[in-house]
């Protein structure tokens, strides 16, 4: 487990890319429907693998996650196979913790040799400089949320959680994470304005102290790219209404829908305010 730190250096081979995608959420609304997303996500891995150079999970891989010593949660096989083999084909896998994985522990570091990180992190790829974090908890406002994770992350709270036993745990946990509104995706609909999008003011934030090229987050539901200068802001979307993604070809970053082209129905709503 990383916990930010120096600039993480990458050099992408000739004719690689680095992908960039967010807030699958898989678990919600239920398995069955889940299940559907799962098996999308698989297919879009297996297309990308070829010219991958590095793979960035940016939160929310799960909808709910909590590791006990011996037990993870049931389901997610596919995904989790398809990760490991992108992983044993030697592409390395940088993984954000989000607000509905935030209790992950060590199991994607073991099992699918990922790098996993709790909060924001710099890379250097091919020379341009990245801000990367999923996003919950940033910029103002949302603060009932920030007093609730403060519950989340206190170690003596997670030994009470861990203490029930995981059948009821995880009905409970699953139970309330379905419950949250960001999966419905309704209040994340609607662009709210440069001024007022809390990770935009964030990033303008972290432009004050260093320059970056690329500040990449999760967490916000709605696709977006936005300049800040000479900047810009990357909200990579979701996996739940509008299946985005971001790819770095190592010289430009681009956001991406992957059903456009594949006969089905998504929400073409990547807001863009370039410069």
């Not at 990180?117 to 974090?133: H, L």
């Not at 971001?246 to 010289?251: N, P, R």
Request: charged share 30%; with cysteine; glycine share 8%.
């Amino acid at each position: 487990m990383v916990s930010g730190g120096q600039p993480i250096t990458i050099e992408l081979a000739e004719g690689k890319k680095a992908y960039f995608s967010s807030d699958h959420h898989f678990g919600a609304p239920n398995e069955k429907d889940s299940l559907v997303r799962e098996k999308l996500f698989v297919k879009w891995l297996d297309e990308v693998k070829d010219d991958c150079g590095v793979l960035f999970l940016i939160g929310d891989l799960f909808d709910f996650w909590f590791e006990y010593k011996h037990v993870v949660p049931k389901g997610f096989v596919r995904v989790l196979g398809k990760l490991a083999e992108i992983s044993d084909r030697g592409i390395p896998i940088y993984f954000f913790v989000g607000n509905h994985d935030l209790w992950m522990k060590d199991y994607l570091e073991e099992q699918i040799n990922a790098i996993v990180f709790r909060d924001k992190q710099d890379f250097i790829i091919n020379g341009k400089e990245f801000f990367i974090v999923h996003g919950d908890g940033k910029g103002p406002g949302d603060d009932g949320y920030k007093r609730m994770k403060k519950v989340f992350t206190n170690k003596f709270c997670q030994f009470l959680f861990y203490l029930l036993h995981p059948d009821f745990a995880m009905w409970l946990g699953i139970t309330a994470s379905r419950k949250n509104k960001m999966i419905s995706g309704d209040e994340d609909v609607h662009f709210l304005g440069v001024e007022n999008e809390w990770l935009i003011t964030y990033s303008k934030k972290q432009l004050a102290r260093k320059q970056y090229d690329y500040l990449v987050y999760g967490h916000r539901h709605l696709p977006m790219e936005i300049s800040i200068d000479k900047a810009r802001h990357i909200n990579l979307g979701d996996w739940i209404n509008y299946f985005t993604y971001g790819i770095f070809d190592g010289e430009n970053f681009e956001l991406k829908t992957y059903l456009r082209n594949q006969g089905e129905e998504s929400r073409d709503s990547i807001i863009k305010i370039i410069k």
